[in-house]
């Protein structure tokens, strides 16, 4: 069965000072992942302080954007109106090799149901659902 995506108006983005320069390199069509800039550790979602040292500074290296499906869910009761017509879709949880011990959340797109599997090797593929505002989705590498 193909898989379908949300559409723009379920995807509610929040940036805080923590996630900002993710969105912000998303909505230019680039991959990057927070890394403690003291001891080099790789964290998504990135938070206050580094679960290692304790840090605060973050630098924001830029990823290649090739991943592997390391868990999945696929959805098929829309909990919301806005989903009606959206089901089934699956979400992953996505290893990044350039961001180890990272794992990247967002929809899969290109792939159907019975093809999806841990271990697929993805790459990151960008929607545009607004104006300045892009969602990383996951495509499988043939
Ligand atoms: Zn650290």
């Given at each position: 069965?193909?898989l ?14 923590w ?35 304790r ?5 924001w ?56 599997g ?10 545009d ?14």
């Amino acid at each position: 069965m193909e898989l379908r995506t949300p559409p723009p108006e379920a995807i509610v983005i929040r940036p805080d000072t923590w996630t900002e320069p993710f969105w912000a390199a998303a909505a230019e069509h680039r991959l990057v992942c927070a890394r403690c800039a003291d001891c080099g550790r790789y964290r998504m979602p990135p938070g206050p302080f580094c679960p290692a040292c304790r840090s605060q500074a973050l630098e924001w290296p830029e990823l290649g954007g090739r991943g592997t499906i390391f868990s999945y869910t696929v959805v098929h009761h829309p909990v919301t109106a806005a989903l009606r017509d959206a089901v089934p879709y699956a979400v992953a949880a996505v290893t990044l090799p350039d961001a180890p011990g990272a794992r990247l959340v967002g929809n899969l797109v290109g792939i159907d149901s019975e093809t999806l599997g841990i271990g697929l090797e993805v790459q990151v593929e960008w929607a545009d659902i607004r104006e300045g505002v892009s969602v990383p989705r996951f495509r499988p590498v043939r």
